[in-house]
């Protein structure tokens, strides 16, 4: 008989337990990746970065976002929200953070909805580059946080992207008045 007294507190329990792993937040393998992954630019041109997800994330509240670059190559000009953060009429804040030790080589902004949520798929932020000099700049990524309503943090991948800076002019050699006229006469 005691087996059947404990029986509806096993039930009981058992299915408390199902409750809470249903409504727990599952892991999310999300991906955020710059785009274009692979650029090339001349000197002295603008190109805007992409970080995009292309994975479905359905409750986005807030995400912080830090990329690494080559600041003897490009030139960091600003940030502007991506589809993610417009796309939902609703207010939203980006907010670009200083780097703390120069040289300035890294990107960092935080992002979030003011009103609601949103969600993934989509442009996260763009980047605008200036390139001042030639070579290879790889965007490198450090850190990508989202965070949902509830303030759950969850941690994506991330895939960064190179930049190839060709052809920068040649600085030339000032040219007095003095030598101009020797060369004709």
């Given amino acids: 008989m005691r087996r059947y ?3 509806p507190c096993l039930v009981s329990l058992g299915l408390a337990c199902l409750l809470v792993t249903a409504l727990a937040p599952g892991a999310r393998a999300v991906t955020v990746g710059v785009s274009p992954a692979d650029t090339i630019m001349a000197c002295e041109d603008t190109i805007v970065v992409r970080v995009a997800s292309a994975d479905v994330f359905p409750d986005l509240k807030a995400y912080q976002l830090m990329f690494h670059y080559d600041s ?3 030139r960091y000009l600003g940030a502007e929200a991506g589809d993610v953060l417009t796309g ?3 207010p939203f ?3 670009e953070l200083n780097d703390v030790a120069p040289p300035p080589d890294t990107v960092w902004v935080d992002c979030a909805q003011l009103v609601g ?4 798929p989509g442009v996260l932020i763009y980047f605008k580059f200036k390139a001042i000099a030639a070579g290879d700049c790889p ?3 450090l850190t990508v946080d989202f965070r949902d309503s509830w303030n759950v943090q969850t941690i994506p991948d991330c895939v960064g992207g190179v930049v190839h800076v060709t052809t920068c002019p040649t600085p030339a050699r000032a040219v007095t008045w003095g ?6 006469r």
């Fill in 93 to 95: 804040v980006v907010e």
């Fill in 5 to 7: 007294r404990w029986s």
């Fill in 72 to 74: 003897s190559i490009l």
């Fill in 117 to 120: 949520s949103t969600s993934c």
């Fill in 179 to 184: 030598s101009l006229k020797t060369l004709y």
């Fill in 88 to 90: 939902t009429g609703q």
């Fill in 139 to 141: 965007i490198t990524c």
